[in-house]
């Protein structure tokens, strides 16, 4: 994610004019996005785009201010000190118009005070109080920051900037993924397909039960996310409102942290330390996580799928599959897809473990940490994308799966074993061993059609059982495979 400088060092190349490294080429420090240092703000910045308005370093300044606006409102708004003014509609409007103004200008400002602050949040502060003039305010600057610690302010900031890139972003993408997975779920619901368990021939299924177990397996996950509670706290330098206290003894601080963190839609976590301790964090990344490798596994099932025929992938006009190869598509938007859900796993995994863990009341783990939340988002979404992309390409092989399935008729042994036992529990003669007689007829053999049906004539089976597995094939030995896609619905 693209991040804005922060409390720049004189030695820092990053900030200098480019110059020649020691190989005498020109440094590409300064250089487009098209060589920035990750992939994610170079070659796949299109497809993450979107999470750039709540997880960059940018997003979480402006959400700062945010955050510091409305603490300075509703100290107001509730009279919480003795002397604070009534403010105008006009002066909590401008006070507000400062967030949605935020833009470049605003971030290099930021940037320029930080410097000389040398601390994020404090910066966010002066930079508050220099608009406050303009709206008649000059004289309330030490309400700025009123009885906060810096984490009461970058708690809140992240809880917000996670929460709406979490339900404004990446739910909406993930949604949009397991619908079009549950489409074609719905149209292949009947395409029968010879299942692989442990990689061998086994009982046969359809194409659509198959892609709806991923979809449903994705939208618990999705579900499970949607109902995360973003927590925030706003209780001073070690969770007891002790500066509070002191200040304005009266108030009931608990209940005007309470009601402020709740303004923000956020849910109150009324024992901290100096920090929020950032279990809702991990375990919102474990959701996450679980779905990006439930989707890791449809795309290692689809790719296999695609290296034995059952999908055909659509060329696009004018790409190159191998560089030697002309006839080659290959299935790179799902292999893609593997490496950058890896990647966020990976990313996900140690947020999770690192950001439960402050040594007594605060140490900075979890600041530096934090600062990798868009990487890890922006892998998931990257892949979620190539996915859609990979899915969009597919043609459904029936013929290749119909010649598949009648390759393997020794798959009705299960079927037949298992008639014979309901025969013999039904007092039909002959009915005994019914394992395996099959076992010794299908074990490392193939069998064909016609061995098949002159196994089953010789059984002895009543009338009923016998027509109706002389009448039962690979294709049709589905069971309820096609109408157990409706559970998406």
């Not at 971030?107 to 040398?118: F, H, K, N, Y």
């Not at 003039?133 to 900037?161: M, Q, W």
């Amino acid at each position: 994610m693209a991040q804005t400088p922060s409390a720049p060092a004189a030695s820092d190349s990053l900030y200098l004019e480019p110059t020649l490294l020691d190989s005498g080429r020109v440094s590409l420090a300064q250089a487009e996005p098209a060589v920035a240092l990750g992939a994610l703000d170079g070659r796949y910045r299109p497809a993450v785009a979107a999470l750039v308005d709540h997880l960059s370093e940018a997003a979480l300044n402006r959400n700062r201010v945010h955050v510091e606006v409305e603490w300075f409102i509703h100290l107001c708004e509730n009279s919480v000190l003795p002397g604070l003014p009534t403010l105008s509609p006009e002066q909590a409007s401008g006070l507000r118009q400062i967030v949605l103004d935020f833009d470049s200008a605003a971030i290099a400002e930021l940037a320029q005070i930080e410097a000389v602050t040398v601390h994020d949040v404090k910066a966010v502060e002066y930079f508050i109080g220099r608009r406050l003039a303009d709206l008649g305010l000059d004289d309330l600057k030490p309400l700025v920051h009123f009885a906060c610690t810096s984490e009461d302010i970058n708690n809140l900031a992240y809880a917000v900037g996670i929460r709406d890139a979490v339900l404004d972003v990446w739910v909406p993408a993930a949604r949009a993924l397991v619908e079009q997975i549950s489409g074609m779920a719905r149209e292949s619901s009947e395409v029968p397909m010879l299942s692989r368990t442990h990689g061998q021939p086994a009982t046969p299924t359809t194409l659509g039960k198959e892609l709806a177990v991923f979809a449903h397996r994705l939208n618990r996950q999705i579900q499970r996310v949607q109902t995360t509670q973003f927590l925030g706290k706003i209780n001073g330098a070690t969770g007891t409102y002790a500066a509070h206290s002191v200040a304005a003894p009266d108030a009931d601080w608990q209940q005007i942290s309470r009601q402020f963190v709740e303004s923000l839609g956020l849910t109150w976590n009324p024992l901290t330390t100096q920090i929020e301790s950032h279990d809702w964090q991990a375990e919102l990344y474990a959701d996450v996580a679980r779905f990006n490798r439930i989707l890791h596994n449809l795309c290692t099932d689809v790719w296999s799928y695609i290296s034995i025929g059952f999908f055909r992938q659509v060329p696009v006009a004018g790409a190159t599959g191998s560089s030697t190869m002309p006839h080659k598509v290959n299935p790179i938007r799902f292999e893609n897809a593997e490496a950058n859900l890896e990647i966020s796993c990976s990313l996900l995994d140690t947020l999770g473990a690192t950001l439960v863990t402050s040594r007594w009341q605060r140490d900075l783990t979890d600041s530096s940490s934090q600062r990798n939340i868009g990487t890890a988002f922006g892998h998931s979404l990257l892949a979620i994308s190539n996915v859609a992309k990979g899915l969009e390409r597919l043609d459904v092989a029936d013929d290749v799966m119909a010649a598949d399935l009648e390759a393997n008729w020794e798959v009705l042994g299960e079927a037949i074993q298992t008639v014979m036992r309901a025969e013999a529990i039904a007092g039909t003669p002959g009915m005994d061993d019914p394992y395996e007689r099959l076992k010794e007829l299908t074990r490392g053999h193939r069998v064909d059609s016609t061995r098949m049906q002159e196994f089953v004539a010789d059984l002895g089976l009543s009338p009923a059982a016998h027509q109706r597995l002389s009448q039962l094939s690979p294709a049709t030995y589905t069971g309820v495979a096609a109408s157990l896609v409706s559970h998406l619905d």
